[in-house]
């Protein structure tokens, strides 16, 4: 219809169709449980503008994103007030992505989310591996009297997949008895050449990565709920992907920016080079 040319709405180099696309790229805008500072919801659509102001070549892998294959779907249109019912939308959209041969990559976004993502993988992959990267433990039976709450996320997760099937990495906040319980099961990744042992024992085997965005030390990401000193540089963090290359990524999210908490935009520019990180180590 139109000679002129328009800016995509979607994230920079994305398929135009996902028929032969490897990757789907979804928004999840989704804060319900937020115990601190909310906004998360917000996250998916800057992260998608911010792209738009960054390369799409990753000197870190050497790929670029014009060469991998992924579409962006845009963004769950959510009910609010019903946490129930979105994690029910989560976990179908993330069926839907693998009835088709495709792979999910959920963009949040709060950790609860990633729950029903990660339940969907684990009755397609029963023996799927988790590698959860965040700030925080999220082993909490409940938060304020919610068994549903991004606290509690990845005990949700370790209980259905075992914990002999998670590794969490970038862990520096939580209370005592969810330390002593990474402690009893060896979940704690302590350093890249660790985390480099961990995964040539699960060599081959199907790999989530679910990633919470504050695993970024606060003067690299403050935007996020609830940030937490002591975090990992950009480069640490890629410490951490580039051994992750050689890996069965098969599906993954990133969570937990809240953007409008950084008025300069940084912290969305880190997100969307953080993404565009995951898509280039995931990608074959």
């Known amino acids: 219809m139109f000679r002129t040319p328009f800016i995509s709405k979607n994230w920079m180099a994305s398929d135009e169709t996902p028929n032969n696309s490897e990757w789907i790229m979804i928004g999840v805008p989704f804060d319900g449980t ?28 050497n790929k670029d994103l014009d060469d991998i294959s992924f579409y962006d779907a845009g963004e769950l249109d959510l009910p609010f007030g019903n946490t129930q ?107 890249a050449e660790d985390f480099r042992d961990i995964l040539s024992g699960i060599k081959g085997r199907p790999v989530f990565i679910t990633l919470d965005l504050d695993v970024l030390d606060p003067s690299v990401l403050p935007g996020t709920g609830t940030p937490e000193v002591g975090g990992f540089s950009f480069s640490e963090l890629m410490s951490y992907f580039k051994v992750l290359a050689d890996s069965n990524i098969v599906g993954m999210d990133m969570l937990e920016l809240s953007p409008f908490l950084d008025t300069s935009a940084n912290s969305t520019v880190a997100a969307a080079k953080v993404a565009r990180e995951m898509l280039c180590v995931a990608s074959r």
Do not use: W
């Open 85 to 191: 019912r979105v994690l029910d939308m989560v976990y179908d959209v993330t069926r839907e992505v693998l009835v088709a041969g495709k792979k999910y990559f959920g963009i949040g976004g709060e950790h609860l989310v990633s729950y029903p993502a990660i339940k969907a993988y684990y009755e397609k992959y029963p023996d799927l591996y988790v590698v959860h990267f965040d700030a925080h433990t999220d082993l909490r039976d409940e938060y304020l009297g919610e068994a549903l709450s991004h606290s509690t996320v990845i005990k949700k997760v370790a209980d259905l997949i075992g914990f002999d099937n998670l590794s969490q990495v970038g862990i520096r906040s939580g209370e005592s008895y969810e330390f002593e319980l990474m402690k009893k099961h060896n979940t704690l990744v302590k350093s």
């Open 34 to 61: 937020c115990s601190f500072r909310p906004g998360t919801r917000f996250a998916p659509e800057q992260i998608r503008v911010a792209s738009r102001g960054i390369e799409t070549y990753s000197p870190y892998f």
